[in-house]
Every structure is written in C-alpha cells, then in structure tokens.
C-alpha cells in the first residue's frame, strides 16, 4: 500500500509543468579539435552539473507538451569554452522547427519553445547547433546535432472505431459465451506512464452482460435468455486510461446485442378439434381447408411437416405443407358420397423439421389436433353403369335394330327418373337415334363398313326434375365386315401382245382388291367369262393370274385390240364376284419382246423406219406449216394498207391496187371518167399488168338516176354488197368516190379534164353571193384573158 502511495506521488511530480536547464560545453583541443561542449541540466536541486569531454558533446534536451504558461517555454542553453561572454560569438540554430517552433539566443545560446507543443503530432526534433566569429563569420566550432524529445502528459481520451456496435449471441447460451470484443485506442505516449493503458467497464446492460477489463470481450452473464422474452439488449461499455485510476480519461461506445433464435419451442395446435365440411360434388384434389399450428421461434426453426396420423378418413384425405404460410392443406384423395358416409375424423400431426438437440429436453417437438370433415349432399347428376360403352354390329343390319343399351341412374335418395339423349355434333349424318326413357341406341340409317369403321357417340344423361344437371358417356361402336363387296382390278392395265408372239407366252400378270376385310384374309379366283381362241387365263393361287397367249402369231392389219373379260371372285360368304375387261392391243415387237409401235399407221411408213425418224419428219412438216403460215399473214397485212398514207399525199388520181402500179400515165389502172358520170361505166375489164385477185364475176349495178340522194345511194350499195355471194362474211367498210350530181356548181376537180371537150363557163360562181368572188375572178379571170387574146 505504501509502495503504491509513492508510486501515485512520483507520477503526479512527473505531471506537473518543471523549468528545465540545460547547457552544452564546447572544448578544444591542441589538434583543433573542439576542446569540448558543456551542457548544464539543472536538477531538482538548482546545482549545476559540469561535465567535460573531448570533442563535440550532445544530449538531449527533454521539453513537457502543452505548455499554458504565458511565456516561451524554456529549453535549454548552448555554450561554448570559447565564449568569454564579450559577444564576439554568434549562436546559430537550425533544423527542425528551428527559427519559427524553437528560437536561439544568439549572445547567450539560451533555446526556447515558441508555442504548446503536442507529442501526438510529433515526439521529437532534430537540430544543429553551432557557434561562429560574429565579426569574421568563421565557425570557432563544428556544428553540433542535438535531439528535442517532447515528454507525454495524458492529454487524450481513448477512442472507439465505432460509435455503435452491432453483434447477436443464440439466446439460451451459456454464461460466459463471448458476443462481440471492442477495443479503444489512446492516442498517449504507451511506453512513459499509464496514459494509455486502457481498463474496460460496463456502464449499462447488467446484468445480463460483462465486459472483461483487459480485452474488451463483451461475455453473456446470465444462463437461458429467452429470445422469445426479449430480443434486443443495448450495452454501454467504457474504456479508461492511467489503468483505470481516478484522474484517468475516458471513452465509452454503444453495443447492440440481438439475441438470436434457437430451437427451443414445440409447435402448437390452436384449437384441439376443427371442423370443416365439403360437398359431396367436390372433384378429387379439391382443397377442403387448412390447420395451421403456431411456433415462437422464426426462420427454419419454425418450419413443420403436417401429416394424417390417424382417423377414418386415412384413405379419402391428404394433407399437404405449405411452405410460405407454414399451413397444412387437406385434399379429397376419392371421390366423396353422402349417401355412403357423411362424417370422417382425422388426426392430424405437426412436427418440427429443424430439432436441435441440445433442446430435446424442452421436447417433443409435435404436436397433434382433430378434424371432422362434414359431407354436404348435393343434387348429384346422374351416373352411368360404366365409364364408357362398346357396340358391335354387322353393317348389314336392318334399319331401326338395336345396338346396345346404356343404363344410368340418380345416385340421390330422390332418384329421379333419366331422360337420354343423343350428342348429334358426334353423329352429324344422324346414322343412330336413342330411346329417351331406356337408353336404347338403334341405326336410322344403314350402316357401311367400308365407309366408316367406327363411330364414336356421346351419350347425355339428364334427370327430368333438374335437366340442367347432366353426364356423359362415351359409346364405341365398332361395324363388323359383312361380304357385300365385289373384287376388281388393282390397277388399269395396259396389255399388249407381239405379232410375233408365240402360245403359251406370258403377257400380262393381274390382281385385285376388294374393299371387305374378312378374317380370314383375302382370297381371290380368276378365270374367263368364256371360252376364248386367243387368250387364257392361269390362277397363280396368291391372289395373282397370268394372262397367257394360245397361238401363234398376231396381225394388227386384221385385229388391233383384243378384249378380254376375266371373272374374279372371292371366297367369303356370300360369293361375290366382277368381271373385269382387259384391253389387249397388238403391237410390233423387236426379237427381244420389246414393243415398238402399237399403230395401225405404221404399216404405211417404210420398213426399218425409226422412231426418232418419225419424229424429225413430224417436225420438219411443223415448220413448214408455219413458215406458210406467216407468209400468207404478211401478204394479208400488206394488202390492207391504207389507201391513203398521209394528209398531205393527196392526188387527183386516188388509187390503190396493193402494188406498185404505173403511175398517173398508167391508163390501164382506173378510168377517171366513171368517177365524174357513173352511168358511162362499162363492164369491169380485167387489168392485164396483175393477177386477178377474184374469179366471181362482178355484179352490174344500174347507175343512180339523176339528183339522187347520196344516203339513198349508199344504202343501195350496202343492199347490193349484202346479198353479194362474192362479199367478205364479216362487217366491212366500203368507201365510194361518187360525188352526186345534185350540185348546181357541179364539180370542180380537174378529174374530167381528160373525158370533156372545150371549156366550162364559170361565170356562175358571181352568182353565189360576195363569199365566191375571189374564186369567180380565179376562173373568170382566165376566160376573159383567153377571149382577149
């Protein structure tokens, strides 16, 4: 006790703000050595301490941070033997903080501290000390390096990295189970005191937690807490330095503990009996409703399976988990009938998935409840006497015969009378109809194999007092073969013999099919209709004959086609049978049987004439045909050319013959005189420089009288070209060049220049009015000239 009292005094002396003296000695010696440097250090009793040695001396000078005092702190002296304290020595400084942090008296060499000084920015200097001439500026000694250590005083609290911790421990943990460990930092010098040694207490959160003093592990300190009582805790937890001694500074931090869960609690059913009720129409999966036990913990401790331990209704329920609501659903496993049972009991179990078994003495983790399911009646529909039905009739049967019966029945206590009823969208010919009350299904049609094989009804049962209420059934009816069909050829046979052909030589093999389908398979006869001189026909027994030739020698000048029926029956009950006629033709054949040519046209071509001859000459006539063709189109479109080209090719003489005639002087081409008088046409001479184009002989037309009308005279035309034998047979335009004689002037042209004789008067043309002078001065004129001269 009292070491430690002495110990609590030295360490407030060393807290507490001491002058400090100090004083370095420069020395020389005979070898220009610097005979010595003297620091004076003043103690605790005020002496001075001389120490002397050879060369440059250092120490260090040793200085308290945060200083308050009003002045420069004091931290030492400088001095050299060569000072005799008349000021011929200057006092020089440099190095870390020197001239600004520490400053130099430069007569004197006393250093002081300019400002507080905080170890934890930095603990120590480093400075240069030397002493030089003041007037001739020459060092009197080497420079000197020296150390200012800043002492520590305990200026700082300890720290957290965090204000708030989190952390979480399993409740029902141990005593003693470590949570979370939190450690604070002192900023203080740890190797000069206690400043920072840091000493752990808990403020808040006893007792359930502690804290140990010298780690900072936060540890459970009560057995079994119960989540389920309280979750959250909040602990406060404090860290002192100087050990944890009074006077120490201090820091504290929060810490959030949350109790994590465990295991611990069993589920548990609500109620111990439920009750739930269901239609007895309800479908097989049907959910009928859910039990749903209760559990403290969270998460997968939690989490049950349900299951049917035990009841009367094992069978006709399942129950199955749901994981995001943790309910256990129940299920129709069967079909459910009021009539046979109305209530069942189960036993239903809810167990724990996840046990730990550190808690199994807190077991068992089940638990278990009972629930009655109730059937509800319903007005069921009607239920037939099978799920589906099966028909086999013969396709021979009468109409109005009964296939089958379906039977069905009211599965309620009424029983209610049914009334059956054809689906017609699965019989749309309406080939079956069903008796309403009995459920008797017959044909209204007659049946066909061959056509339809099977049909597949639907069949509606109904009850009269609710016919809404329905059910169907599916009836097969399956039509059996009867033998109603006649065999035929397989395929069109195209047979040919040789000339050439020798007896006995095969010519065509031949089968047939039937459309009936007899158990026993098929089975077919050949043979002939009768007797026939040319042919035979020899059943292979498989189903296939041969057709074989009986002489010698075939012409195709006397006969080309043979017809040959073959008969072809079956033998099935009754026996039917066909005749089938096979077209023979006789053609020409090589040596080796192959046929080359079945025309009787042939025989006019010469012998060992190709086919691919034949084929060059058909085309070369092609061609021909074609080429006259075109030619005769070209001279067609030639010859109706216009007979008047341009506007402007306009002559006196209009003519067009469809060739390169004379000319104007080609007296021979047209007479120019029947244009102007139509009664002086004489009978149509034939020109004798091209080829008549007809050899009808023109018809005489008489000659319009006199003043008569030019639409009477066309219409005259188009009678005559009408019944005119020599007249194209289609529509046609015919033009005429006549000009009538009804006009007073009469004509102007110079056509008839060449027919008439003297010259015209027309002095007439003054007579027309002031619109025909220019033309009366244009012919007058010239016969006034004419008379003058």
Not at 373 to 393: A, G, K, N, Q, T
């Amino acid at each position: 006790m009292i070491i430690q009292k002495v110990l609590l005094l030295l360490l407030l002396w060393m807290c507490l703000p001491h002058s400090c003296y100090a004083e370095m000695l420069f020395r020389r010696t005979t070898d220009h050595q610097p005979k010595g440097f003297v620091a004076r250090v003043s103690g605790s009793d005020g002496k001075a301490l001389h120490r002397q040695k050879r060369g440059w001396m250092w120490n260090q000078f040793f200085l308290l941070e945060e200083y308050t005092g009003s002045d420069y702190q004091y931290v030492g002296k400088l001095h050299s033997d060569q000072d005799k304290g008349d000021g011929s020595l200057k006092y020089i400084l440099s190095g870390d903080g020197a001239g600004t942090l520490f400053i130099i008296d430069e007569k004197t060499g006393d250093i002081h501290a300019t400002r507080r000084i905080d170890r934890e920015e930095k603990a120590f200097y480093t400075l240069r000390a030397q002493a030089i001439n003041r007037r001739t500026l020459r060092p009197v000694e080497p420079e000197s390096e020296f150390v200012i250590k800043i002492h520590d005083i305990n200026d700082n609290e300890p720290t957290f990295p965090e204000e708030i911790y989190t952390a979480s421990v399993p409740e029902m943990s141990v005593v003693g189970t470590s949570v979370v460990q939190v450690t604070a930092t002192d900023a203080d010098d740890p190797s000069y005191g206690n400043s920072a040694r840091v000493i752990y207490s808990i403020l808040q959160g006893q007792p359930y937690f502690s804290v140990e003093p010298e780690t900072g592990i936060i540890r459970t300190a009560l057995p079994n807490m119960n989540r389920e009582n309280r979750e959250q805790y909040q602990v406060v937890i404090q860290a002192k330095d100087m050990g944890g001694q009074m006077g120490g500074l201090s820091g504290t931090t929060t810490v959030n503990i949350t109790l994590t869960d465990v295991n611990d609690n069993p589920p548990r059913f609500p109620q111990n009996t439920i009750h739930l009720r269901i239609p007895e129409s309800s479908p097989v999966g049907t959910a009928i409703g859910s039990v749903k036990a209760t559990d403290a913990d969270t998460g997968k401790n939690a989490e049950m399976e349900y299951r049917i331990v035990d009841g009367d209704g094992t069978d006709m329920f399942d129950i199955v988990t749901q994981k995001d609501t943790q309910e256990g659903i129940i299920t129709v496993r069967k079909p459910l009938d009021y009539e046979t049972r109305r209530l069942y009991t189960l036993k239903v179990e809810a167990e724990n998935t996840h046990v730990d078994p550190r808690f199994y003495y807190l077991g068992p983790f089940k638990d278990t409840t009972i629930v009655k399911i109730s059937v509800e009646d319903v007005d069921e529909p009607p239920v037939f006497s099978r799920s589906s039905y099966l028909f086999e009739v013969h396709e021979d049967i009468e109409v109005g015969t009964i296939i089958g019966t379906v039977m069905a029945r009211d599965p309620d206590s009424a029983s209610s009378p049914i009334r059956f009823s054809l689906d017609r969208h699965t019989d749309l010919d309406r080939i079956f109809n069903i008796h309403s009350g009995n459920g008797s299904i017959y044909t209204s049609k007659p049946l066909d194999r061959e056509i339809s094989q099977w049909h597949n009804l639907s069949v509606i049962a109904a009850e009269i007092n609710n016919p809404k209420d329905t059910t169907r059934v599916s009836v097969y009816v399956r039509i059996l073969d009867v033998n109603d069909n006649a065999p035929q050829f397989a395929v069109f046979y195209d047979t040919f013999v040789c000339e050439n052909a020798r007896a006995g030589q095969l010519i065509q093999t031949i089968s047939a099919v039937d459309k009936d389908d007899p158990l026993g398979g098929q089975k077919f006869f050949f043979s002939l209709a009768a007797v026939n001189p040319n042919f035979t026909v020899q059943d292979n027994e498989d189903n296939t004959a041969r057709i074989l030739t009986r002489r010698n020698g075939f012409s195709r000048h006397e006969i080309s086609t043979y017809f040959l029926p073959v008969v072809i029956s079956d033998n099935d009950y009754p026996i039917q049978s066909s005749t089938g006629t096979l077209t023979i033709r006789v053609c020409t054949c090589d040596n080796r049987g192959n046929m080359q040519s079945c025309n009787a046209e042939a025989l006019l071509l010469p012998a060992g004439l190709s086919t691919g001859a034949l084929i060059a000459i058909l085309l070369c006539i092609i061609i021909l045909l074609v080429i006259v063709v075109l030619f005769a189109a070209l001279k067609r479109q030639r010859k109706k050319e216009p007979l008047i080209l341009s506007k402007e090719d306009i002559r006196d003489n209009i003519v067009s013959y469809n060739d390169e005639g004379g000319g104007e002087e080609d007296t021979q081409a047209f007479d120019i005189g029947t244009l102007r008088n139509p009664a002086a046409i004489e009978d149509k001479k034939l020109r004798r420089d091209i080829i008549p184009e007809t050899l009808f002989i023109p018809r005489r037309t008489p000659s319009a009288p006199n003043n008569t009308d030019v639409r009477d005279f066309i219409n005259q035309r188009l009678k005559e070209h009408d019944i005119d034998p020599s007249a194209p047979p289609y529509d046609s335009l015919a033009t005429y060049a006549y000009e009538g004689n009804d006009s007073i002037a009469e004509s102007l042209s110079s056509l008839e220049s060449g027919t008439t004789e003297g010259d015209q008067n027309y002095d007439y043309l003054r007579e027309w009015g002031p619109r025909f002078n220019k033309l009366a001065e244009m012919y007058g004129g010239g016969e006034s000239d004419k008379d003058t001269s």
